[in-house]
């Protein structure tokens, strides 16, 4: 079992490992606590038995032995004790990471400058709708995805990969990517530079802009050395892929109802919704709204997603 199949699959595993610690956790409860209670009180009966007829013959009891005789009988096995110790545990993980929160750690560079690999964040799983665990059904709806959002969600090649990107599209809008600029709904946005952003992996400057996607202003990067579309990586066989029209240097897409045209910060090093494709509701897991640590920056890393 590789790592990745266990981070991929680890609601799964947390939610079998729940299902099992429970039942030998109730069985306990319910059935062999009482099975070990009516075995120590039939010992402690045969027990008194031998203790009264002693007395009668002059022999005192041993109370220290009645003792012993009933605690060893009452203790739980190891296998039992670390079970019900554990799914108290599993039980509250398995609620929160499924209902409330789940943490994420930041594998690439796909999202610099608001997110650097090494980030470990926090995402709300409640934003977007109340939604089953393991088959990600939803249940209750909330609210639905915004443009400017920081969404995490199913891969679509790959559902047991989460990748994170920022919704520029909701179901409905035109999106245009041209010469590295976004218009959505045949208006262009605002854009504003900035000081040249060093990255921090190796020395090479890159040009940021602040850009105002429906009123929420966040930093882009763009690389001059490369273009606005690698056109040779497009995957044109993804679901609705009618809906999108490409040339070298631009991207026309209409976002089919139910799904989510996604993007990276960092523009020019973003394999994204450019590439392969819209991203579905079914495939949604949460909202990316803190950045709680990152090891290498343990306190300037603190804060709210933007």
């Known amino acids: 079992m590789n790592l990745q199949f266990i981070l991929g699959n680890f609601a799964l595993i947390l939610f079998v490992a729940m299902v099992l610690t429970g039942i030998i956790y109730f069985l306990d409860i319910f059935v062999l606590a009482k099975q070990r209670r009516a075995a120590a009180d039939t010992a402690l009966a045969a027990f008194d038995a031998r203790n009264a007829k002693n007395e009668a013959e002059g022999i005192k009891s041993d109370n220290a032995s009645r003792h012993a005789i ?3 009988l009452l203790r739980q096995p190891t296998w039992i004790e670390y079970s019900g110790s554990f799914f108290p545990v599993i039980a509250l993980v398995f609620v929160l990471r499924s209902f409330l929160y789940e943490p994420f750690k930041i594998p690439t560079s796909s999202m610099v400058p608001t997110l650097l690999v090494g980030d470990l964040i926090l995402v709300n799983k409640f934003t977007y709708g109340v939604r ?8 209750i709806d909330v609210n639905d995805p915004q443009r400017g959002d920081v969404m995490v969600f199913k891969y679509p090649k790959d559902m047991s990969q989460d990748y994170i990107k920022r919704v520029v599209g909701i179901p409905g809008d035109k999106i245009t ?3 590295k600029r976004l218009t ?3 208006k262009e946005l605002a854009y504003a530079p900035m000081e040249d952003y060093l990255d921090d992996d190796s020395p090479v400057y890159h040009k940021q802009f602040t850009e105002d996607l429906g009123g929420v202003a966040h930093r882009i990067l763009n690389d001059e050395d490369k273009a606005s579309l690698n056109l040779p990586l497009v995957d044109q066989s993804f679901p609705r892929h009618e809906a999108c029209s490409y040339t070298v240097e631009k991207i026309t897409c209409t976002v089919p109802e139910g799904n989510y045209f996604m993007m990276g910060d960092n523009r020019d090093n973003s394999a994204d919704s450019r ?7 079914k495939n949604i897991v949460g909202k990316a709204f ?3 640590m990152n090891l290498d920056n343990p306190m300037k890393r603190i804060g709210a997603i933007r």
Do not use: D
């Open 70 to 72: 009933e605690v060893a």
């Open 184 to 186: 959505v709904n045949g």
């Open 290 to 292: 803190l950045v709680w």
């Open 275 to 281: 590439y392969w494709g819209f991203v579905p509701n």
């Open 177 to 179: 990517y041209e010469n």
């Open 132 to 139: 089953l665990p393991i088959i990600n059904k939803k249940i």
